[in-house]
C-alpha cells in the first residue's frame, strides 16, 4: 500500500529558482495539504484543498501556490525560492472534515535553498 | 491568535510512565489529535479527543478538559521505541489542524 508518496525525497536549490514538489495519494481522500515544518515550530499549514478542484490559503501561503487538477495529486510550486523557504515540507490527505478526519502524512522533501 | 502549549523536551526511563501535557487556545474546538513522529520521519497518528475524558489505546491513553484548553497524552510501560517528538493538535472552527511544536521524549535504560 503507498499511501502517500512525495518526491523528491530532498533537494538542494539555488536562491532565485522554481521548484515543483510532488505529491500523490492512492487512498482516494478528498482533503489534501501541504506542510512546512521549521524547527522549534509546529507544523504550519501553507495550503489546502478540500477536494479536486479547489484549493485554500493556509498560515503561511506566500511564496507558494498549489493546484488540485485530480484527487490523487496536490503538487507544491515555488516560483522564486528563498532562503527562509529551506524546510521539511510534508503533504498530507484525509477523508475530509468530518468525523476523526485523521490526517496521513507523506514522507516529506527537505529542501535547502541557498 | 491561536496557541498550543507543550513542554520542549522531557526524559524518562524504559519501563515507567509518562505524562506529556498539552494547553491551547484556539478559535473553536472541533477535537484534539495526539502524533508521534519519529527523527526524520512522517508524523503518525495515535489519538483523537473531542468530548471530555479518557481515550485508551493499548499502553497509549489520551485525556481531554475541554473547559480547561488542556489535554495529556500517557505512555506505559515505556519502550526504547517509543523515543519520539509528540506533536499535539487541535481542529479549529475552520476545521483546520492548530499544531504545537512538539515534545522530543528521551527514553533512558
Known amino acids: 500500500t503507498a499511501g502517500i508518496t512525495q518526491a523528491p525525497t530532498s533537494q538542494i536549490l539555488a536562491a532565485g529558482r522554481s521548484m515543483t514538489l510532488r505529491c500523490t495519494q492512492d487512498?482516494?481522500?478528498?482533503?489534501m495539504y501541504w506542510y512546512r515544518q521549521d524547527l522549534g515550530l509546529g507544523l504550519r499549514l501553507i495550503h489546502y484543498s478540500n477536494t479536486a478542484g479547489t484549493t485554500g490559503k493556509g498560515e503561511v501561503p506566500d511564496g507558494y501556490s498549489v493546484s488540485r487538477a485530480n484527487t490523487d495529486d496536490f503538487p507544491l510550486t515555488l516560483a522564486s525560492a528563498v532562503p527562509s523557504q529551506t524546510s521539511v515540507y510534508f503533504c498530507a490527505s484525509s477523508d475530509g472534515p468530518e468525523s476523526t478526519d485523521t490526517q496521513y502524512f507523506g514522507p516529506g522533501t527537505r529542501l535547502t535553498v541557498l | 491568535g491561536q496557541n498550543i502549549d507543550q513542554p520542549t523536551e522531557m526524559t524518562a526511563t524504559e519501563g515507567a510512565i509518562v505524562q506529556i501535557n498539552c494547553t491551547y487556545q484556539t478559535s473553536g474546538f472541533n477535537g484534539l489529535f495526539w502524533y508521534q513522529q519519529h527523527a526524520g520521519e512522517a508524523p503518525t497518528f495515535l489519538s483523537y479527543n473531542v468530548l471530555d475524558g479518557l481515550e485508551e489505546k493499548g499502553r497509549f491513553s489520551s485525556f481531554l478538559s475541554r473547559s480547561k484548553g488542556y489535554s495529556y497524552l500517557l505512555l506505559k510501560e515505556l519502550q526504547m521505541k517509543d523515543s519520539a517528538s509528540y506533536l499535539c493538535a487541535v481542529r479549529d472552527s475552520n476545521y483546520q489542524l492548530i499544531w504545537g511544536a512538539g515534545t522530543k521524549l528521551i527514553i533512558k535504560p
Open positions: 487512498m482516494r481522500h478528498n482533503a
